[in-house]
């Protein structure tokens, strides 16, 4: 009787034992991933640092509070800034930031996730209030490393390191808003206006010097033509004085007769005249008389 009691006992025990034995590990093994740390706790107490990798504890003794080491990226609400122009304007904007010190992140500030983006909201409207609406909407670039300087002094001692911050709009209210784009449909416009008369401008100096140009160009060439033309006449007053010696009458008479051939004029002439007169009448010179005859 005994031994069917017996082992009866360790067919109910030992189901019993394994499943304890696979919650107990279930409780005391634990995996770190490479992007978190973890601090573990015994009796409420710090006990130690866990690195990445497999992690052993103690059940229902010790306990893990896992810890982020990757950069991580926390909004900041939309809330209303009075600028230093006593204008509301709504902003918002993103943090940046990675811990560097696990343990003071978890025990020198009760919860950073939720103290961050409330110190950077108290930050954003410290700073834009110093500014008017204009500026702030101008110089983005200085209110983030403002907010970025300010922020990483206070978490130095969290032991988190602010990466950066960027603000992601400004928006002022509906009526400055639509006065601030006329302001710069005015300003659009003025400068297409100028644009505009700097290339008419241009144009007209461009069309000017082209003028310019054509016309030293054709005084260039009536210069030419008067030149060519005197050396011409300067030719045939030295051919003349070379060839004909003395005999300019008779060298007028042939000009003649070959404009009249060349302008096909027509002459009549009376049955009986000296052609030679009339040749020389129509040049404008005397007949050349025979030296014999004289």
């Not at 017996?6 to 304890?20: G, R, S, Y």
């Not at 907010?147 to 509906?174: C, F, H, M, S, Y």
Request: net charge neutral; proline share 4%; with cysteine.
């Amino acid at each position: 009787m005994y031994p069917i009691l017996f082992i009866d006992l360790a067919f109910v025990c030992i189901p019993i034992i394994v499943l304890a034995a696979f919650f107990y590990l279930a409780l005391a093994v634990k995996v770190l991933r490479p992007v978190e740390k973890g601090l573990v706790e015994r009796f409420g107490k710090f006990n130690r640092v866990a690195e990445p990798g497999l992690l052993l504890l103690f059940p229902f003794v010790e306990k893990v509070i896992r810890v982020p080491t990757t950069e991580i990226r926390v909004d900041v609400e939309k809330q209303t800034v009075i600028t230093k122009d006593n204008l509301n304007a709504e902003v918002d904007a993103v943090v940046y930031y990675r811990i560097n010190d696990v343990m003071k992140a978890v025990y020198a500030i009760d919860n950073y996730r939720y103290a961050i983006p409330s110190l950077a909201q108290t930050t954003l409207r410290a700073i834009m209030g110093k500014m008017t609406l204009t500026e702030a909407n101008g110089n983005r670039h200085l209110i983030n490393q403002s907010v970025e300087t300010e922020l990483d002094k206070e978490t130095n001692q969290w032991g988190i390191d602010i990466i950066r911050v960027e603000l992601q709009r400004i928006d002022p209210p509906q009526d400055v808003q639509q006065a601030m784009n006329n302001v710069v449909k005015a300003e659009n416009e003025k400068i297409a206006a100028v644009d505009l008369a700097t290339a008419t401008e241009t144009r007209a100096d461009g069309d000017k010097k082209a003028s310019i140009k054509v016309a030293e160009g054709e005084a260039k060439a009536i210069e030419l033509r008067a030149q060519a033309q005197a050396n011409a006449i300067k030719l045939v007053n030295e051919s003349a004085q070379l060839y004909f010696k003395g005999d300019a009458q008779n060298l007028k008479k042939l000009e003649v007769a070959e404009k009249a051939l060349t302008n096909n004029t027509k002459y009549v002439i009376p049955e009986g005249s000296n052609l030679s007169v009339i040749i020389s009448e129509t040049a404008g010179v005397l007949p050349v008389k025979d030296k014999k005859k004289a």
